[in-house]
Nanobody, 125 residues
Framework: QVQLVESGGGLVQAGGSLRLSCAAS????????MGWFRQAPGEERDFVAAVSRSGRNTYYADSVKGRFTISIDNARNTVFLQMNSLKPEDTAVYYC??????????????????WGQGTQVTVSS
């Protein structure tokens, strides 16, 4: 059984930084893409960023381009999201996800194979 476990959320002031981690476990884990979504109260779950398992291809939502960086440690099946210049509007629960194809990540609604349990990120003004 595949599990995605996030860590690294917390409270930070506007302009600060946080780094999220997500470790995938399970012998059957073979998704080609890993990524992050976020969901604010009363809002839909939105795509944030994704990366191919090789690390060669990255994808970002316009709202985080230039501020967030996604990376992957393929040997450890772990994906990271470095979040800089955080804004109050970045406040949300952040979910790790995995999917076979990038279009499954960016479709509305997303068609990911696996979800993590979520980690809260709160940015104070």
């Amino acid at each position: 059984q595949v599990q995605l476990v996030e860590s690294g959320g917390g409270l930070v002031q506007a302009g600060g930084s946080l780094r999220l981690s997500c470790a995938a476990s399970g012998s059957s884990f073979s998704s080609n893409f890993m990524g992050w979504f976020r969901q604010a109260p009363g809002e839909e779950r939105d795509f944030v960023a994704a990366v191919s398992r090789s690390g060669r291809n990255t994808y970002y939502a316009d709202s985080v381009k230039g501020r967030f960086t996604i990376s992957i440690d393929n040997a450890r099946n772990t994906v990271f999201l470095q979040m800089n210049s955080l804004k109050p509007e970045d406040t949300a629960v952040y979910y790790c996800a995995a999917a076979e194809w990038i279009r499954y990540m960016t479709s509305i609604p997303p068609r990911t194979a696996y979800w993590g349990q979520g980690t809260q990120v709160t940015v104070s003004s």
